[in-house]
Structure formats: C-alpha cells, structure tokens
C-alpha cells in the first residue's frame, strides 16, 4: 500500500507499491494511442463533449463550427465580416487554468511534491534516467505536433497579408487535447490506481476533449472544432518527422512538412543566420 502522511489535515501520499507503478506502462500506451489516432471526429459525439467543457469551465453554450482543417477554418472564418465580434475573445488560456490545471493543482496537493516530480517524468520518460546525459539524450514517450502545426500556419497566413494581431488571435486560441497526454495520463493513473480525490465534471471533460475532440479554436461565442490529421509520422524520437512528403496531413490536403521535430521556416532561419554570422548559435 502506498505511505501517506497527515499534513494539514490532507492525506499526503510519498511513494507507490510496487504495483502500482508496475501499471503505469498500461497508462502510457492507453494514452499515447489516443494521441496519435487519425480516425475522423464523430461530430456529434464532439459537439456534447464541447458544451460539456464550455460548461464546466463556467461558459455559455457556444455556436460550433466544423471544418477539415484548421487552415480551411481560418480562410472561412475571415471570409465573415467583423469576424472577431462574431467569434468573441480567445478563452483558451481560461479554459486550461479552469479545468486542466485546477484538475492537476487537486492532484499535486495530494502528492509529496518529489513523487509528483518523480510520477510525472516517469510518465514521459519510462527509461532511468528520466534527464538527458550525454551518453544517453532524453527521449519522449509521447509525440509533439503543436510547435510544426503552428509555424505552417503563421507561413500560410502571412502570405494572406493577415496583420500579426490577427494571426496570433488564431493561434493562440487554437490548442490540441491530445497534446495534454502527458498530463491526462499522469490524472488517469492518480485517479484510477491511487484513487486520489478530484473534481469527476471536469475529470470527464478532459478524458472526452482527448478522445473524441483533435483540433479546437476556443472563442467564447464560437468553437470551431477541425477533424484529426489523417496522417501523423514521427521519427525515433517521437518528433514530426518524414522526408520528402507531408509528415501532418489533414483529409482535405493541408500539410505540414517537418524534419525531426523543426518546421522547414526554422532551418531556414537558421541557415541565413549562419551566412551572415557564422558565429550564430
């Protein structure tokens, strides 16, 4: 059974029984496939599972849009006149400190504060040490897409002659569930093996966002949900990777092109940097 300490009048629990952690690897993998699935939304399924979150994080009900991709939904999107006073403020930011982040503050209050450091590179990082060595660089368990995704679409909307106020107010509103597996998984294994205590409403919203949602622009008048990526290529490392084609394709052809994890509008950078200071790191 795993210790607990009385602390504040809180049961603080400071190490695991050897089977408990022996179930973290089922954990990791439940949530790792969710991540990388590329089977289409099933709009209804998803259109519950956003009123659902705008709920729990104590917003109205929102009008929800539907679009292949994200670029396709941005190039719609600007195609409606005032299109910010349509869509109202970015609430993504909220959400996330709302939901995501009181769910894991809950969870940290429960853990000895080395454990949860312990647990959580334990999660990403199943091979001891859980820190890069020279000899040994640390690899993620879980995939990276956000970074890649995001570039190509800042390079596709620049060429739109958007202003930059206007294509960060896309950007920043715009966030992927199946990025948090991470941190979905570390709740899961919490909650489900340590049984420890948490709030169910907004604990169910965020298993549903994962499994059922992929791309969502979070606007407090509007969500526009776009379906998942029919492709996803990693390399050994777990980072957006393919040479010569698309290493993120959406079903209606939007891509994005990547090399080990770098958007090609980095090694561009980078290159012309180097030319004109070769000292430039």
């Known amino acids: 059974m795993p210790?607990?300490?009385?602390?504040?009048?809180?049961?603080?629990?400071?190490?695991?029984s050897d089977e408990?952690?022996?179930?973290?690897?089922?954990?990791?993998?439940k949530w790792r496939s969710i991540q990388i699935s590329t089977e289409s939304i099933q709009q209804e399924k998803v259109a519950a599972v956003i009123k659902a979150a705008y709920a729990v994080s104590d917003y109205p009900e929102p009008e929800i849009l539907f679009y292949s991709s994200p670029m396709t939904a941005i190039e719609k999107i600007l195609a409606i006149g005032n299109f910010k006073t349509y869509l109202g403020r970015d609430i993504h930011?909220?959400?996330?400190?709302?939901?995501?982040?009181?769910?894991?503050?809950?969870?940290?209050?429960q853990l000895e504060q080395h454990l949860f450091i312990r647990l959580r590179n334990q999660i990403q990082h199943p091979e001891f040490p859980y820190y890069s060595t020279h000899s040994h660089p640390q690899v993620s368990y879980f995939p990276y897409t956000g970074t890649c995704l995001e570039r190509q679409l800042i390079t596709d909307l620049d060429k739109l002659k958007l202003e930059?106020?206007?294509?960060?107010?896309?950007?920043?509103?715009?966030?992927?569930?199946?990025?948090?597996?991470?941190?979905?998984c570390m709740l899961d294994f919490c909650i489900s093996v340590i049984n420890l205590q948490h709030d169910k409403k907004k604990w169910n919203v965020i298993q549903d966002l994962m499994q059922y949602c992929d791309?969502?622009?979070?606007f407090e008048k509007v969500c526009i949900v776009c379906d998942r990526p029919c492709k996803l290529s990693f390399d050994a490392e777990n980072l957006l990777h393919a040479e010569g084609e698309p290493a993120l394709k959406f079903a209606d052809g939007y891509s994005v092109y990547a090399r080990h994890g770098r958007h090609p509008s980095e090694e561009y950078r980078e290159r012309y940097y180097e030319e004109q200071d070769p000292d430039f790191v």
């Open 215 to 218: 791309l969502i622009f979070q």
């Open 3 to 16: 210790r607990r300490t009385n602390d504040m009048r809180k049961h603080i629990i400071t190490e695991l």
């Open 93 to 109: 930011s909220k959400f996330s400190k709302r939901v995501l982040d009181h769910l894991l503050h809950g969870i940290q209050q």
């Open 164 to 184: 930059f106020t206007d294509i960060s107010y896309f950007t920043s509103s715009l966030s992927r569930p199946a990025e948090w597996a991470i941190w979905s």
């Open 20 to 29: 408990q952690e022996a179930m973290l690897p089922i954990y990791r993998d």
